[in-house]
């Protein structure tokens, strides 16, 4: 999964405090790329995802998302509601955890 989807957020505006996660961030084991902008975001060349909930500004994030696969042959799977939490771990780092998934460490790209 080396592309990268822009996803569509229902989040009404951004904050500067989160400017920090705007860019492209790279998974240092698989290799897979997430895109994060003022307005939307992505990852995984096949998964969309919107939020549920406001993220709060600041170096924690923690927010209720909806997200759906698209698969290539047009079918898609139910949508799953996680908790996604996103922790700055450093001035280029970040940590990445669905529910209560792994956690996953990004860098800047």
């Known amino acids: 999964m080396a592309a990268c ?4 957020l229902a989040t009404p505006h951004a904050h500067a405090q989160d400017a920090w996660l705007h860019g492209q961030w790279c998974d240092a084991d698989s290799g897979e790329m997430m ?3 003022a307005d939307s975001f992505g990852f995984n060349e096949n998964t969309v995802c919107k939020w549920l909930d406001k993220p709060q500004a600041g ?11 698209h698969h ?7 949508a799953w509601r996680p908790v996604l939490r996103i922790v700055n771990t450093g001035p280029r780092s970040l940590s990445l ?3 209560k998934g792994n956690a996953v460490a990004y860098a800047k790209c």
Do not use: H, N, Q, W
């Open 5 to 8: 989807v822009l996803i569509g």
């Open 97 to 99: 955890r669905f529910g």
């Open 59 to 69: 170096s924690r994030i923690e927010a209720r998302i909806s997200c759906v696969t």
């Open 35 to 37: 895109i994060v902008e």
């Open 72 to 78: 290539p042959d047009g079918s898609k799977d139910d």
